[in-house]
């Protein structure tokens, strides 16, 4: 067990957030904060830039709320990958600052078991299935042999890059994924015998993976041929949850197992958690999904899968604590129950 509590340094992308578990492994909220461009995408060196800026008020505010002296801190965790250069290097440097000041060990974790181990602590799920959605990551994981191993991924771009590129071509600044929902809902309530025919959208399933950019594109056309904005909304959403449900349906068939969880941003969306647990309900299966907190990039997940980590006897010397920022899924060796 970790001696003291551990604190997580999450820099994978535009969010730099400092998280807590106890020693216990129990978790704490963080704190969080996020670069919102207001036009046009994340770019990495603004987003390392808005980190470096915000980190040290983070993390005393961090501290502060949880009444905690540095010298509690017992081990520094940080996302060693997959992510943007620019902005994982600022995590890393953060990370290891700090634990060469404070004397504690250093570990470095990938970002994607993170979400998963996350969702198993919050949901107390044992062996899910993980739909992972988030900004820019599409993938449907499961645990075999001691790996997650990506059963199925995004061959372009993850599903809430496609929302948040759609809502900016009609004007909506970053992240749209949510404002896409909230016109989704508006145009079902207004409409409430809403049909898809004549708002059909490319089939985004190809085999095991999923492809977005094809949607986006197609959406695009919708609105520019007059079909109201909102109704494109409530079709883009349906058709492109729809693909990952599907995957994720898929998983579940062909390894056994009996249990989604949703992890990521775009698991923020009901609708997608509602037609996740429809489709479990179906197969006798049951949905998870961790509180919203928890669903997007925070570093009380990298804090918890550096508990972990530890506790199974792994940390990470300053020689090997470079950023990999094309770490996979499968790279991690998960050796915890
Ligand atoms: P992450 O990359 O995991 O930090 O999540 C950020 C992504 O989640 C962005 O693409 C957002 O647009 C998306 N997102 C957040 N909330 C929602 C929502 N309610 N519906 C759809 N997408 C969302
Ligand atoms: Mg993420």
Redesign the pocket.
Known sequence: MADGWILGIEST???LSFGLVDATGSPRPSCTD?LRPTEGGIHPREAADHHVEVSSHLLKKLLADNNLKPSEIGAVSYSQGPGMGACLRTGAAAARSISTYLGVPLVGVNHCVA?IEIGREQCGCKDPILLY?????TQVIARLDGRYRVLGETLDI????M??KF?RNHGIP?????V??KHALEWLENNPNSSLQGLELPYAVHGMDLAFSGLMSAANKLVSEGKPFAAVCWSL?EHAFAACVEVAERALAHTGKAEILL??????????RDMSALMCEERMAESFCPP?MY???NGTMIARLGWLEIGYGRTTTLASSGIDQEMRTDQTPVVWP
Not at 133 to 137: A, D, F, H, L, R
Not at 158 to 161: A, E, F, L, R, S
Not at 174 to 178: S, T
Not at 263 to 272: E, H, I, S, W
């Open positions: 992308a535009h969010t996020t979400h959605v988030s900004g820019g990551n993850g599903i809430g890059n929302l948040d809502a970053f992240p749209g994924g949510p896409i929902e959403q992890g990521g941003g775009v698991a923020c969306n009901q609708r997608l919203r669903c997007i990039d």
